[in-house]
């Protein structure tokens, strides 16, 4: 997603940016629909990530401490921001 690289600085300055935020969901929630066992990897998610963690590596970790099962789930999350998990 060229919108997220160009944004992600500004997203990590104010992650609670009301726009911005909805632009990323805007992108994720047809993933969520299209398999809703997904939402259960939501409660492997830790947070906040470490600061000088890049986005792929909180996807990769994240991705680790998920079940097996949710692991290409997560793996999908991934590319849409165009990291690795």
Request: glycine content about 4%; some cysteine.
């Amino acid at each position: 997603m060229v919108w997220f690289r160009a944004n992600q600085p500004a997203l990590r300055q104010d992650s609670s940016s009301r726009d911005r935020n909805t632009t990323v969901v805007a992108q994720l929630l047809p993933i969520f629909e299209k398999e809703p066992r997904g939402w259960g990897a939501l409660t492997f998610f830790s947070r906040p990530a470490h600061p000088s963690q890049s986005l792929s590596q909180h996807f990769i970790k994240w991705r680790s401490g998920c079940p097996r099962e949710l692991q290409p789930f997560i793996t999908k999350l991934a590319a849409v921001f165009e990291v690795k998990a």
